[in-house]
T-cell receptor
């Protein structure tokens, strides 16, 4: 069964350092999402891509976070500089289509970030 | 008011019990509704979609009341393996034909032997 791949699975960093997370969606999935999940909360959307284009980044803290999906396949989420409040699980998801009808989103295993 | 609100939990029930989760959403323009399940330290996975007519999948029954903006999930004859966090999820249009999932905080269920 096809899966969304993410790496690393765990990352510990000190505040003010830069971190990067990688996601490889299910093959053929045009839509890719990055979510942040703080302990005890539900996932919150950070950014959504349709192929290589950003569709929604309204909740992405653009002063420190950036995301790219240059060839419309895999994606990288970067935080620079990291802050203590960034400690969370970062989940990547993909779906076959975005737009007006819902297509199931499949989540990767996530990257658990701890900022010290 | 939060977009999606769930029972705060946690719920602790014995095996075989029936347990119900409740959820309300604030945006009447929401289009579709789901329950996701998330095991401890794992990713969320779709459990079932929720339809106005109600739908059932084995021991799981989901209901939607659009007038009340209310969603429910009923688990009958609960098993130890049902222990997880249950997330209520709403899909709504964000403009430009872009649809977005909004997750509730989740309700933790522990089924005890």
């Amino acid at each position: 069964e096809a899966e969304v791949a993410q790496s690393p699975r765990y990352k510990i960093t000190e505040k003010s350092q830069a971190v990067a997370f990688w996601c490889d969606p299910i093959s053929g999935h045009a839509t890719l999402y990055w979510y942040r999940q703080i302990l005890g909360q539900g996932p919150e959307l950070l950014v959504q891509f349709q192929d290589e284009s950003v569709v929604d980044d309204s909740q992405l803290p653009k002063d420190r976070f950036s995301a790219e999906r240059l060839k419309g396949v895999d994606s990288t989420l970067k935080i620079q500089p990291a802050e203590l409040g960034d400690s969370a699980m970062y989940l990547c998801a993909s779906s076959s289509l975005g737009g007006p009808s819902y297509n199931e989103q499949f989540f990767g295993p996530g990257t658990r970030l701890t900022v010290l | 008011r939060k977009e999606v609100e769930q029972d705060p939990g946690p719920f602790n029930v014995p095996e075989g019990a029936t347990v119900a989760f409740n959820c309300t959403y604030s945006n009447s323009a929401s289009q579709s509704f789901f329950w996701y399940r998330q095991d401890c330290r794992k990713e969320p996975k779709l459990l079932m979609s929720v339809y106005s007519s109600g739908n059932e999948d084995g021991r799981f029954t989901a209901q939607l009341n659009r007038a009340s903006q209310y969603i429910s999930l009923l688990i009958r004859d609960s098993k130890l393996s049902d222990s997880a966090t249950y997330l209520c999820v709403v899909n709504k249009e964000e403009g430009g034909s872009n649809y977005k999932l909004t997750f509730g905080k989740g309700t933790l269920l522990t089924v005890n032997p």
